[in-house]
C-alpha cells in the first residue's frame, strides 16, 4: 500500500512539473493604455468558443470567471504575462487556441462599455508537449484592428432607437391618463 501511494504521489508530481507555465502577450494596443482586458482559452474555465463569449458579453453577463488570465493594457500597448511569471496558469499537452477581449474601459460595465475580440493571429494557437518548459500566446500589432471602429461592440444590451422611442410614448400615455384622471 505504501508503495502505491509513493508512486501515485510520483506519478502526480512529474505531471504538475511537466505541465507548461502559459504567458500571453498583445501588441499595438497603444491607443488602449489602462484600459481592461481579459485573455481566454477555448476549452479552458468553460470558455467553449469565441462566439459563446461573444454571445455573453453581448447580453451583459460578466465572463471574468472564464478567463484564463487579465489585466490592464500598459503605456506601451501590451497586454501581457510572461510565461515565466511564478503561479502562472497551466495547460497540459496539446493545441490551445486563445484570444483577447479588450475593453475601452479600465473597469468594464454592461451597458457603457464597448468591446473588441482580438483573434485569428497565428500566434494564438499553441500546440506543445508537456516536456515543454513555458508556452507564450502572442498577438501580434493590432493597432490597425484596434483602431477600427467597426469592430468593437457593446458591452450588454443597448435598447434600439425604436424601443426607447415606444417606451415614451407609453410612459407619455400613462402621464395623460393619470392627469385626465
Not at 22 to 42: D, E, H, P, R, S
Not at 71 to 87: P, R, Y
Not at 116 to 144: E, W
Not at 155 to 180: D, H, I, N, S
Amino acid at each position: 500500500m505504501k508503495k502505491s501511494i509513493l508512486i501515485l504521489s510520483a506519478i502526480a508530481v512529474s505531471c504538475v512539473a511537466n505541465a507548461a507555465s502559459v504567458g500571453w502577450t498583445l501588441a499595438g494596443a497603444n491607443n488602449y493604455a489602462n484600459k481592461a482586458y481579459q485573455f481566454f482559452v477555448i476549452g479552458q474555465n468553460g470558455a467553449t468558443s469565441v462566439e459563446a463569449i461573444q454571445l455573453l458579453l453581448d447580453a451583459g453577463t460578466d465572463v471574468s470567471s472564464k478567463a484564463f488570465g487579465s489585466g490592464t493594457v500598459n503605456g506601451s500597448g501590451a497586454a501581457s504575462q510572461l510565461a515565466t511569471v511564478a503561479n502562472a496558469p497551466t495547460l497540459d499537452a496539446g493545441t490551445y487556441t486563445g484570444f483577447y477581449v479588450i475593453y475601452d474601459t479600465a473597469t468594464p460595465t454592461a451597458g457603457s462599455t464597448k468591446y473588441a475580440i482580438v483573434q485569428g493571429a497565428t500566434g494564438l494557437t499553441q500546440t506543445f508537449a508537456a516536456t515543454k518548459a513555458s508556452v507564450t500566446f502572442a498577438a501580434a500589432n493590432q493597432g490597425t484592428y484596434l483602431n477600427n471602429a467597426n469592430n468593437w461592440k457593446s458591452f450588454g444590451p443597448v435598447p434600439e432607437p425604436t424601443t426607447v422611442a415606444l417606451l415614451a410614448l407609453g410612459l407619455a400615455a400613462v402621464g395623460l391618463k393619470r392627469k385626465v384622471a
